[in-house]
């Protein structure tokens, strides 16, 4: 891989979706083995493109926690890990963001990957140019291109990063040249979403509800409800309303509350039938779904529109089934908002949509989320560089 990034873009393409994969996926961990990536019909240029862009984007995503300087690359190839944290959340980022690039993620077996391992890194890269547009690579696959993962209920989501062992051996990282290395951004459009009490709005008690006045004051009223398997508290659902470009909070541009969510640890306005309903008074603007139970959705997210005195419903969220549904019915929102005709009488479903990239989190494993059969933004894709011909392949 010889060629130079200048910068980094965060507007992102995929090329392909792969079908849904038949064993679950951990997107908080690292791939194990003797990996790299492949993407039927690629060329080397365009694996090179999206490789060295997704080697800055977790450079930069991906801060030591002891404090060393960057240059994690030649660190975690020479095993001279002086951060296990940080090696692992690195490799982990590049692996979700090559899958949401649309590659998929190949192993090869012990002996192969072994002696590749072993070779110089530019016979590596040539070998990997080689498979990297193959029809049938070699290896297993290990992890498919991105199929919407997160919706589907089995799917591991675990957030403690495992410490980079001798286990993980990407050939793709291995063969990444020094100088290409050096010429790597260090820096990336990113920001670092605080949790403090000031940005957060939590939901409202029941008793608060019935008398919550908004028709005047400016602000919104969304609703949602959650049904969730009694013993997984591991939907979370965490949304920010955007600023006025991706690395700008909202907070620090009016000083109104941006964010709201992470329910499993916030009140409740209403329980009924298994379902936990909650009522929110927000400022208006446009609300994006920031996290997944700590899953950053940068690559790729939905989000909706609220306008000042509008009563906006999100739908009913159901995590019991294998894949999760998203009920809009607002008759069913009415029918548990007992007690509160002040809300159940002007609510409305509301519009979502399906955005592309944007600014990615510190220390956040990284990945994309969209809701079927809702609309997408205009010029909308995933993965890096524009949705045109002119994209390298």
Same mark, same amino acid.
């Given at each position: 891989m010889r060629t130079l990034f200048a910068c980094? /873009?965060?507007?992102? $393409? @995929?090329?392909?979706?792969?079908? =849904? &994969?038949?064993?679950?996926?951990?997107?908080?961990?690292?791939?194990?083995?003797?990996?790299?990536?492949?993407?039927?019909?690629?060329?080397p240029i365009g694996y090179h493109s999206d490789f060295g862009r997704c080697v800055a984007l977790a450079e930069s995503i991906s801060p030591s926690t002891s404090g060393s300087t960057p240059g994690l690359v030649g660190s975690i190839v020479s095993g001279m890990i002086a951060d296990a944290e940080r090696s692992a959340t690195f490799q982990t980022q590049i692996d979700n963001c090559m899958? /949401?690039?649309?590659? $998929? @993620?190949?192993?090869?077996?012990? =002996? &192969?990957?072994?002696?590749?391992?072993h070779a110089d890194p530019?016979?590596?890269e040539q070998q990997l140019d080689a498979w990297v547009g193959e029809d049938?690579?070699?290896?297993?696959v290990a992890r498919p291109a991105f199929a919407n993962d997160i919706v589907k209920y089995g799917s591991v989501i675990d957030f403690r990063f495992k410490e980079f062992g001798q286990s993980m051996h990407s050939l793709s990282l291995k063969a990444l040249d020094p100088k290409t290395q050096a010429s790597l951004p260090v820096s990336l459009y990113y920001i670092n979403a605080d949790a403090w009490s000031k940005f957060i709005v939590k939901p409202l008690k029941a008793a608060d509800a019935a008398r919550v006045a908004f028709a005047n004051s400016g602000d919104a009223i969304v609703v949602l409800t959650i049904v969730e398997p009694a013993v997984d508290c591991r939907i979370c659902f965490v949304f920010q309303r955007l600023g006025s470009a991706p690395t700008v909070r909202a907070w620090n541009e009016d000083r109104r509350p941006d964010i709201f969510g992470d329910f499993a640890y916030s009140p409740t306005t209403l329980v009924a039938n298994g379902?936990?309903?909650?009522?929110?008074?927000?400022?208006?603007?446009?609300?994006?779904?920031?996290?997944?139970?700590?899953?950053?959705?940068?690559?790729g997210a939905p989000a909706f529109d609220v306008g000042p005195g509008e009563v906006v419903y999100l739908g009913r969220f159901d995590f019991s089934a294998p894949t999760m549904r998203l009920d809009m019915n607002v008759e069913h929102a009415k029918s548990e908002l007992v007690g509160?005709?002040?809300?159940?009488?002007?609510i409305k479903p509301a519009t979502w949509t399906n955005l592309?990239?944007?600014?990615c989190e510190i220390l956040q494993p990284n990945y994309a989320l969209q809701f079927d059969n809702v609309a997408f933004e205009p010029g909308y894709h995933l993965g890096f560089g524009p949705a045109d011909t002119s994209h390298p392949q």
């Open positions: 980094l /873009v965060v507007s992102l $393409t @995929i090329a392909t979706v792969a079908v =849904a &994969q038949a064993e679950p996926v951990n997107l908080s961990q690292a791939v194990e083995g003797y990996i790299y990536f492949n993407r039927p019909g690629a060329t899958t /949401v690039n649309g590659w $998929t @993620i190949m192993r090869l077996g012990e =002996a &192969q990957g072994a002696a590749l391992w530019m016979a590596i049938h690579p070699p290896g297993d379902a936990k309903t909650y009522v929110l008074k927000i400022p208006p603007g446009r609300w994006r779904a920031l996290r997944f139970s700590g899953l950053g959705l940068c690559f509160l005709q002040n809300i159940s009488g002007p592309g990239a944007t600014a």
